[in-house]
């Protein structure tokens, strides 16, 4: 034990570091920000470490098979069950560290997309400031030679300075979205970071449930414990079989374990399935969503252009070509806004097969 623990120092003092970065400015892409996220992940030492020990453990457990003293049942039980459950944990611990390192590829993504949806949100409040900027300019003219009232001018100016606390708060929000952001690489904080890169939708393509559910069932880290549950069962239960008689209270225990082990499993292969297709169903909607967003944007882009031209050949007013570039940017917004979510979704459920 004292050699396990002088392993364990060694590993701690050598593999815990922080990796922190001087203030600058720095231009990220989506794949960039996951890689960092990842290598500077610090659940991943910890992680590291669990698999360690376990590896210690199950090194040190082939050299204690067999007690000391004991009875036979005892010495089979140690002989057929501890390494059992001595390999399950490590690779629990195994899995366990896939799983923690998806999710922070997946937080990466979903922090650089706040970022990214923040920025166009902002694109669309600053269009809809310069709109009402004008307006107020109108409204003032209009205003000297007496075709509008002044309270419609107040109402003009109350309206922009609206619009500048709106835009003043997506700023904040961008800015809290950046520092997290920033935390989450491991950044410091004095540094200005930036998302470039477009996003682009991803179609599902052709689903084959069968394959998903199997490889959902096979990676679930609740099944596989399920599973070496229901096979460290039947192994105790072939023991105490060998050993005692039906009547008695081990070989009773041994049949009620074993049943619990096998119902767990079942009921937990059974809320994978309903999970993935649950899963499936809102990231099949989303994608729909998507699509739709995607055809609003290009219908509304067509319109933006063809009132741009005619506001050009002086066919439309100023008033109907600052509504139009309104709904293109609001547009643009709302597509980037779906496909993000389908994105996030996507990665998601993919993080599960």
Do not use: W
Not at 299 to 305: F, G, H, T
């Amino acid at each position: 034990m004292k050699k396990i623990s002088f392993v364990l120092l060694l590993f701690v003092v050598f593999n815990v570091s922080t990796i922190g970065y001087a203030a600058g400015r720095v231009n990220l892409t989506i794949e960039s920000v996951q890689e960092i996220a990842v290598r500077n992940s610090s659940q991943a030492q910890i992680d590291d470490l669990n698999i360690f020990v376990n590896e210690l453990i199950l090194k040190d457990s082939k050299y204690d098979l067999i007690p000391a003293s004991g009875t036979p049942m005892d010495n089979a039980y140690k002989r057929g069950v501890d390494p059992i459950v001595v390999e399950m944990n490590l690779e629990i611990a195994k899995r366990q560290k896939d799983q923690n390192l998806e999710s922070v590829r997946i937080e990466a993504l979903k922090r650089a997309y706040d970022i990214i949806l923040l920025k166009k949100e902002y694109n669309l409040e600053n269009t809809r400031f310069n709109i009402l900027t004008e307006n107020l300019n109108v409204m003032e003219a209009r205003f000297k030679i007496g075709t509008v009232t002044e309270s419609d001018v107040v109402d003009a100016k109350y309206k922009l300075e609206d619009k500048k606390l709106n835009m003043f708060i997506v700023e904040q929000k961008l800015e809290s979205a950046k520092s997290s952001l920033k935390n989450l690489l491991n950044y410091d904080s004095d540094l200005d970071i930036d998302i470039s890169g477009d996003i682009e939708y991803v179609p599902l393509g052709e689903i084959d449930i069968d394959k998903i559910l199997e490889a959902a069932i096979k990676k679930d880290i609740n099944v596989y414990r399920n599973e070496k549950e229901a096979e460290k069962s039947r192994k105790a239960f072939e023991i105490v079989s060998e050993y005692q008689i039906p009547d008695s209270i081990s070989y009773q225990k041994a049949v009620y374990n074993l049943t619990v082990a096998e119902s767990n499993l079942a009921d937990t292969i059974s809320n994978v399935e309903m999970n993935i297709r649950n899963k499936l169903n809102d990231l099949m909607n989303l994608e729909g969503k998507t699509v739709l967003a995607i055809k609003n944007f290009e219908m509304n882009k067509r319109k933006y252009d063809n009132m741009l031209q005619k506001y050009n050949m002086g066919l439309i007013s100023k008033s109907n070509l600052q509504a139009s570039h309104e709904a293109y940017e609001n547009a643009v917004y709302q597509k980037y806004t779906a496909i993000c979510n389908y994105l996030i979704a996507k990665a998601e459920f993919e993080s599960l097969i």
